[in-house]
């Protein structure tokens, strides 16, 4: 009743609460859709041709790498009789290696390798190096300045002579470990030399990582509502896992991207040092590196691997770019 | 006095930085199987007196503290493998001046060839000449070096007879060359492009402009100033990996340089030769780092020191 008494001495009508007629503001974009920050990220990004682009050959990649050796006759180790050093044809698009073995799929299992490598590899870098950056940029002080100088000091490690001598110790400790203990049988099947990469990876890559967190951590960390956490009583493992880690996830995602190709560039120059994946595994670097003593005779043995590594490291590095510049827009100035 | 104390500051980190380095390494290289005799044919007895010579029989630790106190004595021991009975330091000097002679002319082409090309890339954005700029060095930056390497050898050498196959001082120092310095040459090209054109944005641009400058003087005395400084920075680990880095280059090209004991001396457990290669190419890495933050403190006074 209260209500309606109002209405009826107010100068206000029952017209005035039905909605408004479309297009009632002429041109004017009233749009007060939410956007949160990865759909409007996604708009950034689907607007950059580019990183379109690269992303449509990553999938092609993918299904190229984990889909195709599905739909191939041939397996990867299977020699196949009477077609030993066959030139590409109908029956094998990328030709045949000196044992008859399907290029194409060796091709296929060798970008699966790759991409294997390069993501396991830079989610270990991730995981580690935004940890330790984070604790380093919260802790600050004494504690952030010994850490930090850890990280110089790997940093000053001539990485390549680190990766040899670290992947010869821990190589062989992981082949007694596959062969000797049954738990880690299953180790053999992925390949130990590998695992060593993943494992060099996980000691010696990860300071990059370290340092862009911890510098966006000390940032982040003279926000009001770090402050504000804190005066509730927030924990520090619970302010970096629920506070500063989410918001420099932009800078992370990106980073990633590019940790992506710089490890299969690495995996690729192990292969070349004959230190990779152990035969007969194919990663695409070993592929390269043994077809390169025949590459005046038989290039193509050559050419369709290093044609692969190439389009796969560009389009990861391209991706990567147009994602930093979506998921950063302050960053693009 | 502050550049002095911070300078100091920075030497002494880069010793600690060596002095972990080295620790390091001499225990993971004794942490590998094998010892630097297993390949030689000998009995039993003769590769013990041989361990046991050199003092490989002996506690790690031991043998650590030894290494230490010769090397403090400026003495890197000789090799036992690769040169036998050699100075490691007479080995490195030796050929790090073979792996100067193509690292220094691979440096000095990067550096002009790519900041030139970036800058043209920059200035002319989304011109043709960008395009072509841009799609090439990213190219560049995907391609393993040793698929550069041999490509260059089956087209230049093998196919058109332009080159030698192998290194010499003349002609046949090309490709090494061209080799070692591509990848950072496309770096050098994305890295100049980005920074110009982050520069050419800028509000004192346009002052100048408005002050009626001429486009030539805008461009060359005020934007490339201020668009070289973040190329700066990475000109120290530039310089440190090109000539660190030539181990494709030299190993294709059969280059005499101190690339190739790079993964042999490892391999054959070469124990001195490790540890003098690794010394080598950390102090060149850390001096490098030193230089070049000092440099850039120098070109933009904005910078404050840590």
């Known amino acids: 009743m209260k209500i309606k008494d109002f209405l009826m001495h107010s100068s206000l009508s029952h017209d005035d609460f039905t909605p408004l007629a479309e297009g009632y503001f002429g041109e004017e974009n009233l749009d007060t859709e939410e956007v949160g920050y990865w759909k409007a990220s996604w708009r950034r990004l689907k607007r950059n041709k580019i990183a379109m682009v690269a992303l449509f050959l990553i999938i092609i990649l993918f299904l190229f790498a984990f889909v195709g050796p599905m739909l191939s006759p041939y397996t990867y180790d299977q020699q196949i009789r009477g077609h030993e050093a066959m030139f590409p044809c109908v029956q094998h698009p990328f030709g045949t290696d000196r044992l008859g073995r399907d290029l194409m799929v060796r091709c296929m299992i060798g970008t699966r390798i790759s991409m294997i490598v390069g993501m396991v590899s830079a989610v270990i870098v991730m995981i580690i190096g935004s940890i330790y950056g984070a604790i380093s940029g919260l802790i600050g002080g004494r504690v952030d300045i010994i850490m930090m100088r850890v990280v110089d000091i790997i940093y000053s490690v001539p990485e390549i002579l680190m990766i040899v001598v670290i992947k010869m110790v821990i190589g062989d400790s992981i082949e007694k470990l596959a062969t000797n203990v049954k738990m880690f049988v299953g180790l053999q099947k992925i390949g130990t030399g590998l695992i060593a990469i993943f494992i060099v990876y996980g000691l010696l890559y990860w300071v990059g990582m370290a340092r862009i967190v911890r510098g966006q951590i000390l940032q982040l960390k003279s926000f009001e509502y770090v402050t504000a956490a804190k005066a509730l009583g927030c924990s520090r493992a619970r302010l970096i896992k629920q506070h500063l880690l989410p918001n420099c996830v932009g800078q992370l995602v990106a980073t990633v991207m590019l940790q992506i190709p710089s490890a299969i560039f690495t995996e690729a120059f192990l292969s070349y040092l004959g230190i990779g994946v152990s035969a007969p595994m194919a990663s695409l670097g070993s592929l390269t590196s043994e077809a390169l003593n025949g590459f005046s005779s038989y290039p193509y043995r050559v050419i369709f691997p290093a044609l692969l590594i190439s389009l796969i490291i560009l389009s990861f590095n391209l991706f990567g770019d147009g994602l930093r510049d979506a998921l950063d827009p302050k960053m693009k100035k | 006095m502050e550049t002095l104390k911070y300078m100091v500051k920075r030497v002494f980190l880069a010793l600690l930085s060596l002095f972990a380095i080295v620790t390091i390494t001499f225990f993971l290289m004794n942490l590998m199987p094998g010892d630097p005799f297993m390949s030689e044919k000998a009995t039993a007895e003769t590769r ?32 036992y493998v690769l040169q036998k009975g050699r100075a490691v330091r007479e080995i490195i000097t030796e050929s790090f001046a073979v792996s100067m002679q193509i690292g220094v002319r691979a440096l000095i082409s990067a550096v002009i060839v790519g900041i030139t090309l970036g800058c ?27 698929v ?30 061209i080799t070692l310095a591509l990848y950072s040459t496309c770096y050098l090209i994305r890295l100049t492009r980005a920074s110009i054109l982050e520069v050419l944005n800028q509000d004192y641009l346009r002052t100048v402009r408005a002050k009626g400058m001429s486009e030539f003087t805008v461009i060359f005395v005020h934007a490339l100033k201020n668009s070289l400084i973040p190329v700066i920075t990475y000109l120290g680990p530039l310089t440190a990996s090109i000539l660190t880095g030539g181990f494709v280059a030299e190993s294709v090209f059969n280059v005499p340089g101190l690339g190739r004991y790079f993964v042999t001396s490892i391999s054959s457990r070469d124990y001195t030769m490790i540890m003098g290669v690794t010394i080598f190419y ?19 006074p904005r910078i404050t020191l840590d």
Not at chain 2, 282 to 290: A, H, Y
């Open chain 2, 48 to 79: 013990a007196m041989l361990i046991a010579k050199y003092g490989l029989d002996k506690p790690v630790i031991v043998q650590y503290g030894r290494y230490l106190s010769n090397l403090l004595k400026g003495d890197f021991g000789t090799s």
């Open chain 2, 120 to 146: 043209i890339s920059g200035l002319y954005k989304d011109r043709p000449v960008d395009s072509v700029i841009r799609v090439l060095s990213s190219i560049g930056i995907s391609t393993p070096g040793y």
């Open chain 2, 148 to 177: 550069i390497a041999f490509s260059l050898m089956i087209v230049l050498s093998v196919k058109m007879k332009l080159l030698p196959v192998t290194y010499d001082k003349g002609l046949g120092a090309i490709m090494p060359v």
């Open chain 2, 282 to 300: 950390s102090s060149m890495i850390v001096i490098m780092n030193l230089v070049c933050d000092i440099l850039y403190k120098a070109v933009d």
